[in-house]
Every structure is written in structure tokens, then in C-alpha cells.
């Protein structure tokens, strides 16, 4: 996918805001979803241009005309561990309906970013402060893979602060949840809308020792 209208949502987070920059040196018009006005200029610093919008509150119709005319979808949005019912809220309805928007716009690229262990049967204890995220992620990924888009699920490992490396290692090369650092997840996303290979797959992935290029278009090594 080249030179592509991207829409990232969840747009100030710290793993969107580097890929901003990436999908703007790579050649994409890129546009950020944002929920607060004030970081307006600093998504706008990245080159990528900014729409205030609490995802919250759309419903699938509103949502739709958000996202028409782009190319593709990253859903890189998520409560960031609020209240239980505002994480099933962003996490799972909100990010349903951004699906739902996407077939009724005719966006069929999809890229939900997620974490290394969701699944249906994730096992977090219910008394678990994570269990809603867990629940939540969950249940949005499985809604996505059952839908008719061009979807792709991407599930880091715990994510640091450390430098790029460029380097990651996917679940079916062998990795354990770990860790990544958030400049390779970035790039992980970046590389994933030009890989076709990743389409209608889920990846999970942590630091390691392949190229993310090499990662990504192996569909071998793809979960």
C-alpha cells in the first residue's frame, strides 16, 4: 500500500505518535483521531493531520464518515486503564463500531492493534484489574476476524521505552510474551499496511532477532 490515506485512531497515544512520523517519511497522508484539542499541535509537529473526535460517543453511522475516503484503518485507541466500563467501552464497543463503520465506508484495510496474550480463552481471574482489558480485547479481536476486511491483529509483548531496533521475533518463531520496545511496534504497523502477507492474520511478536521486514513477509512465521 503505497502513498496511502491512513487514518490512525487513538492518534496522541506514545505508540501512535511515533508511527505518525514513520507513515509520513514513508509517503502516506496520514490523519490522527484524537479525543483532547490540546495535543492538536503535536500531532501536527509529526506531519499528520489532526481530527478531534471522542470514538466514545460515535456511533457506527458517525464513525463511518470519519473514516471515508481513507485507505486504511489503525486502531491504536484504548481507555488506557480507566474505569471497567469505560474499557469495555473504547476497547471493545467502540472499536466494534469503528469495524462496522469501516465496511459501511468501503475502508477495507484494517489494522487493530492489541497485545501479545488476547485471545477468547486469555485466562486473567476475574478479580484481575486486568480482566476488563483482557475481556474487552478479546472480544473485538474475534469480532474483527469474523468480518470481510482486510484485517490484520497485532499483538506486542509488554512495551518499553527502549531505542528501535528494527528486530522482532513472532509467536511462531518461537516467542514467549516478552517485551518490545514501542519504536518497533511503530514499525511493526508501518511495515504491516505495506505487507500484504499480514493480511487476515494475527501477529504476536516481541524483540528478537529478525528484521521486521523479513517478520512480516514470511507468512510461515505469521500466527
Known sequence: MENARVLVVGGHGKVALLLLRLLIESGHQVSAVIRNPEHRAEVAESGADPLVADVEQLGV??????????????????????????????????????????????????????????????????????????????????????????????????????????????????????SVSRADVAAVIARTLQEPATIRRTIRFNAGATPVADALSDEGDLA
Do not use: C, N
Not at 91 to 111: H, K, N, T, W
Not at 132 to 139: D, L, V
Open 61 to 178: 453511522e458517525e464513525l463511518a464518515e470519519l473514516v471515508r475516503g481513507h485507505d486504511a484503518i489503525v486502531w491504536s485507541a484504548g481507555a488506557g486503564g480507566g474505569s471497567p466500563a469505560r474499557t469495555y467501552a473504547v476497547d471493545r464497543d467502540a472499536a466494534i463500531r469503528s469495524m462496522e463503520a469501516a465496511a459501511l465506508a468501503g475502508v477495507q484495510r484494517y489494522v487493530m492493534v492489541s497485545y501479545f496474550g488476547s485471545q477468547l480463552d486469555h485466562g486473567v481471574p476475574e478479580d484481575s484489574g486486568f480482566f476488563p482489558y483482557a475481556e474487552a480485547k478479546a472480544a473485538a479481536d474475534a469480532y474483527l476476524e469474523r468480518t470481510q476486511l482486510d484485517w490484520t491483529i497485532l499483538g506486542p509483548s509488554r512495551l518499553t521505552a527502549e531505542p528501535a531496533t528494527g528486530r522482532i521475533e513472532t509467536a511462531s518463531q518461537g516467542a514467549t510474551a516478552g
